[in-house]
């Protein structure tokens, strides 16, 4: 148990659905991020929030659209998304913002497996 | 362009024998170096940090070494278990950012 709850940990959707992945952190941190993890890649920066204000934006595609109503929660909203966007989804929280500093550790969630039909 | 480097990309062993995981890494300005283990269907944990002044570092049977001159680290695990066999990732961490690897996967077999 990290600390980290994702929801729902699987998720099937046609190309034409919209859903949402929701992330939870019960440590108290300030920077949480969304991962896009791929078979035999490395994991993928996507978002980062820190203190609820969006401070990195990875060249995402707009189908992928994220939300941080407070510092607690994080929520990754999909619509149209493609068969390549299939990945594992990998929310993660840091005592620190953005500026990981020489002891920040990334505390991940268990992951969203996503797989888009 | 920041890299890091693993190999093997995938590993083999007999529970009860040592193993030693490798990382290369380009990344610059170097702040520190993290191993995590992600076991299959779950998100990754960290092991072992180092920071630049550090060249060694443990966590029970997993011991981690820093280079920073040749900008290489390695993950050594001693007496592998079942549990062990998950993915183990090399992050290395500029000021700002961190960098992944692919990861090795390593399989302990009984």
């Known amino acids: 148990e990290t600390g980290v709850t994702q929801t729902p940990r699987h998720l099937v959707m046609g190309m034409t659905n919209k859903k949402s992945l929701k992330c939870e952190q019960h440590?108290?941190?300030?920077?949480m991020y969304w991962y896009k993890q791929s078979a035999k890649k490395p994991l993928e920066l996507m978002f980062v929030?820190?203190?609820?204000?969006?401070?990195e934006n990875n060249s995402v595609p707009s189908r992928f659209s994220p939300e941080c109503p407070n510092s607690s929660h994080l929520f990754l909203h999909l619509h149209t998304l493609q068969p390549e966007d299939s990945a594992l989804y990998l929310c993660?929280?840091?005592?620190?913002?953005?500026?990981?500093?020489?002891?920040?550790?990334?505390?991940f969630g268990e992951g969203s497996r996503l797989t888009v039909l | 362009k920041n890299q890091v480097e693993q190999s093997p990309q995938s590993l083999i062993i007999l529970e009860g024998k040592n193993c030693t995981l490798q990382c290369n890494y380009t990344v610059s300005p170097f702040s520190n170096l993290r191993w995590y283990k992600q076991d299959t269907g779950r998100g990754p944990v960290s092991l072992t940090i180092m920071t630049f002044s550090e060249n060694t570092k443990s966590n029970g049977r997993y011991t981690a070494t820093l280079d920073a001159d040749t900008k290489q680290s390695s993950l050594h695990i001693t007496a592998s278990q079942l549990s062990d066999s998950a993915s183990y990732i090399c992050?290395?961490?500029?000021?700002?950012?961190?960098?992944f690897g692919r990861g090795t996967s390593l399989i302990v077999h009984p």
């Open positions: 993660a929280s840091s005592q620190e913002g953005r500026w990981i500093s020489n002891t920040g550790e990334l505390f």
């Open positions: 440590l108290g941190h300030n920077a």
């Open positions: 992050v290395v961490s500029e000021i700002y950012i961190p960098t």
């Open positions: 929030y820190s203190l609820e204000e969006r401070v």
